[in-house]
Structure formats: C-alpha cells, structure tokens
C-alpha cells in the first residue's frame, strides 16, 4: 500500500496522519468493538461457524449483517436478502461520491481496497479532518490509519463471538445489547437538521411497516429515510435559485 498521492512512495503507517487517523478512532474503538462481539455471536447461531468467519471477511457490513441475519435463519429467499443488504448499504454510494474528489486520481486496485475498509464512521472523521475536497498528500495514510484501527476493533470481537457464541445463552440479551451498540453509533452519525429527520422518518416507517414479512419494514424504513433526505437536499437548492 503505497501512499498513492502526489507520487509520493513513503509507505502510510510510515506517516504522522497514519498515527493521527488511527489516534481519532481509538476513541469511537469500544463502540465498534460491542458491534462486532455481537455481530459474531449472532452470526454463528445463525450460520454456524465456517460461513460466520467467512461472512465476517467478506461482508464486513455490521448493519448489513445484523439485518441479513433474521431473513436467512428464517429461510427468506435470496432476493429479499440481497434486497435488504443493497438498501442498508445504500450509504455507501454516498460516501464514494463524497469521497471522490479525494481518491479518483488513485490506481483502480488502491481504490478498490479503499472501498473494502470502508466504514462509516471512518467517513465521518475523514470530513472532519478534510472539510475541502481536493487531494493531499496526508489523506490516504490518515485514511489507512482510521480504518486500521477500525476493521481491527470489529473483526477481534467479531471473532471472539464467533469461537465462543455457542457457549452464550440466548437469554442474555444480547440482541439488546447489538442494539444499543448501534444506537450509540447512530448517535455520532446525527450531526444536522437533515440526518435528524431522516433517523425520525425512518423511525416512524420501521414502526409503522412492522406487520411486514420477514423484516421488510427495514427496507421500507431505509427507502423512506433515503427519499425525506433528498427531498431536504434539494429544498435549499430550490430556495437558493428562487433568492436569485
């Protein structure tokens, strides 16, 4: 993993934003670390052990695979499976488009593995280190420094409650406590008016398509969350052109 920016060839974790990146996650590292743990447990009594280490590998989408996980231990066709995961991760078609500005002049295969380590809120701290969205030579190693530190914090829990999930007791609660991890994730997530009502909306719509089968209020919830935010994007750009 070369820098890849400005043709420098000084390998990231060589780089102070490398230390910087992985310093500024260390702080939202536990929260990660409660997802995955219980991600792990939730994978393997769903799928048993070998596809749960490879789900953990492949996938590495905890929202994705909490909400892929019901539909498959509950024998829902593969279309509504895929289905659901493609709306959960619709996010991430934002954050590439985001992210652009910073990456497109990287090599194809660099980019790719940008895409894999992906996470949300390594976006999160990414836009807050780099509010202007043109190139630097510090941005890729701060970049690897976050989701390091990130993709270590999940897949060490996750994995732990992969070996040891059959020896917990489903009435721990551990379902509870992934959604509790999860709110508390969100929580950093809602920064302004628009991600606040988007979260209600899709609140209201998850309670309200409850009575669906096999969890599509999750999709449904996704769909309403994602068209209440569009609709706010465009309002201050129609408000703008009516001022003009």
């Known amino acids: 993993m070369n820098q890849g920016s400005e043709g420098g060839t000084q390998p990231p974790w060589r780089h102070p934003a490398f230390r910087t990146g992985a310093r500024e996650m260390m702080v939202i590292a536990p929260g990660i670390a409660a997802w995955g743990l219980v991600t792990g447990v939730a994978m393997v009594k769903a799928l048993g052990m070998p596809l749960a280490v490879l789900m953990s590998l492949v996938v590495f989408a905890g ?27 619709l996010r991430f078609v934002i954050f590439s488009a985001q992210w652009r500005p910073y990456f497109a002049h990287l090599p194809l295969g660099q980019r790719l593995r940008l895409g894999y380590f992906t996470a949300d809120l390594n976006y999160v701290l990414f836009m807050k280190r780099f509010p202007e ?34 020896r ?17 994730l969100m929580n950093t997530l809602l920064s302004d008016r628009a991600t606040w009502v988007a979260a209600a909306v899709a609140g209201c719509a998850a309670v309200a398509a409850y009575a669906l089968p096999l969890r599509l209020n999750i999709v449904v919830a996704i769909a309403a969350a994602v068209a209440i935010g569009l609709l706010m994007e465009q309002f201050p750009r129609r408000s703008g052109q009516g001022k003009a």
């Open 63 to 89: 929202s994705a695979q909490l909400a892929a996980l019901p539909l498959i231990a509950a024998g829902a066709p593969v279309w509504v499976v895929w289905a659901t995961a493609l709306c959960v991760n």
């Open 133 to 166: 969205p043109r190139p630097a030579p510090e941005q890729v190693p701060y970049f690897w420094g976050g989701v390091a530190l990130n993709w270590a914090s999940w897949q060490v829990p996750s994995f732990i409650g992969i070996f040891l999930g059959e």
């Open 168 to 184: 917990v007791p489903t009435h721990w609660g551990l379902g509870f406590a992934g959604t509790l991890a999860l709110l508390g």
